[in-house]
């Protein structure tokens, strides 16, 4: 079975990247950590969004999870299990049906349809509420960064 997998992946975080790896080794252990709390919360806001949208976003949101990739967190929601073939259409919604909602019954015009309209980036929950705390991210990685300055600068 083919594993379909989504990761927000933050503008311009290869240049921050690259620049802390000048950082002492423990400061980078303990901005990894932060970068994880983080991380956490922000998979947590994501859930919670899941739920709260529709029936289909919740399942999908039982599989939003935070990983590493290089040691650095990773949020990724994953098309699999009982989320199977839910992830796309209840982020981006869909132009048309698939499947059994594609019966002539749910193709008249005001019929419920299986996920929402399309609607494009951001979606509606999952990509739409990391740009939604991208604000509180910034904010966060600001006490990150002064902690650092503040116990590793000469």
């Known amino acids: 079975m083919a594993v379909t997998t989504v990761r ?7 240049e921050v990247i690259r620049a802390l790896e000048k950082v002492p080794a423990d400061a980078q252990e ?16 994501i859930k919670i969004a899941g739920r709260n949208h529709s029936r ?7 599989t939003v999870r935070q990983t590493s990739a ?13 989320a199977h073939g839910l992830l796309f259409g209840s982020i981006f919604g869909m132009k048309r049906h698939t499947g ?9 015009p005001g019929a419920r ?13 999952f990509f739409k509420t990391a740009i939604e705390r991208q604000p509180w991210i910034e904010s966060e990685w ?13």
């Open 8 to 14: 927000v992946r933050v503008e311009g975080d290869e």
């Open 30 to 45: 303990a901005m990894r950590a932060e970068a994880k709390d983080i991380a956490t919360s922000l998979t947590d806001f």
């Open 56 to 62: 289909q976003a919740a399942r999908v949101a039982r």
């Open 70 to 82: 290089g040691g650095w967190p990773v949020i990724e929601a994953s098309n699999t299990g009982r």
């Open 100 to 108: 059994w909602y594609n019966h002539a019954r749910y193709n008249r």
């Open 113 to 125: 349809g299986q996920f929402g309209p399309y609607i494009g980036f951001p979606g509606y929950w």
């Open 142 to 154: 600001q006490k990150v960064g002064d902690d650092v300055v503040r116990r590793w600068s000469a």
